[in-house]
T-cell receptor, first 114, second 112 residues
Framework: KAGVTQTPRYLIKTRGQQVTLSCSPI?????VSWYQQTPGQGLQFLFE???????NKGNFPGRFSGRQFSNSRSEMNVSTLELGDSALYLC?????????????FGPGTRLTVL | AQSVTQLGSHVSVSEGALVLLRCNYS??????LFWYVQYPNQGLQLLLK??????LVKGINGFEAEFKKSETSFHLTKPSAHMSDAAEYFC??????????FGTGTSLTVIP
């Protein structure tokens, strides 16, 4: 099975712009979570989608949004970019059937805001 | 608030020495616990997970972790460090199965 894929892998934007990141989960996985990873902060949970519905949301401003499509692919959008949004954005998917399954991570999208 | 703490953002060990990476959670309700490893420019890979079946959990690459409820801990160990173990290690917890909380990570350096 193919792993979690994220596109693009690298992105450079300027302040004020918006960006859309894409995540394709492992085939059959319906839960997709997004994290922001920065040095010293570890992974900060952004949101989790399941069957096209946002099921959980972290403590991030409304500039961060996401959605999930019927094929479980997910996108996250950041509007009005700030310098502090520079980070590695990780997507993770989880298999169905049973709780507390581990998350399978993609390689991430490294966003640099200038 | 529920959280997870990793003591020591940087740990250095000699090749062949014991690896001990610490993880504590803050809750009276035991969560499900995970250890992940991240190599440079890669996503996170699961090392092992505790789901209440056994307190001592064995994972990949010779790593293991022991859940101690009385200490609210889930420390990761490996008897003998290898150069290839150099990476970032993250402890994660979940109470709901849908939302995961990650520690800030421990960077492991293995000295030849």
């Amino acid at each position: 099975k193919a792993g979690v894929t994220q596109t693009p892998r690298y992105l450079i934007k300027t302040r004020g712009q918006q960006v859309t990141l894409s995540c394709s989960p492992i085939s059959g996985h319906r839960s997709v979570s997004w994290y922001q990873q920065t040095p010293g902060q570890g992974l900060q949970f952004l949101f989790e989608y399941f069957s096209e519905t946002q099921r959980n949301k972290g403590n991030f401003p409304g500039r961060f949004s996401g959605r999930q499509f019927s094929n479980s692919r997910s996108e996250m959008n950041v509007s009005t970019l700030e310098l502090g949004d520079s980070a590695l954005y990780l997507c993770a998917s989880s298999p169905p059937g049973g709780s507390y399954n581990e998350q399978f991570f993609g390689p991430g999208t490294r966003l640099t805001v200038l | 608030a529920q959280s997870v703490t990793q003591l020591g953002s940087h740990v250095s060990v000699s090749e062949g020495a014991l690896v001990l990476l610490r993880c504590n959670y803050s809750s009276s309700v035991p969560p499900y616990l995970f250890w992940y490893v991240q190599y440079p420019n890669q996503g996170l890979q699961l090392l092992l997970k505790y789901t209440s079946a056994a307190t001592l959990v064995k994972g990949i690459n010779g790593f293991e972790a022991e859940f101690k409820k009385s200490e609210t801990s889930f420390h990761l160990t490996k008897p003998s460090a290898h150069m290839s173990d150099a990476a970032e290690y993250f402890c994660a917890v979940s109470w709901t199965g849908n939302q995961f909380y990650f520690g800030t990570g421990t960077s492991l350096t293995v000295i030849p």
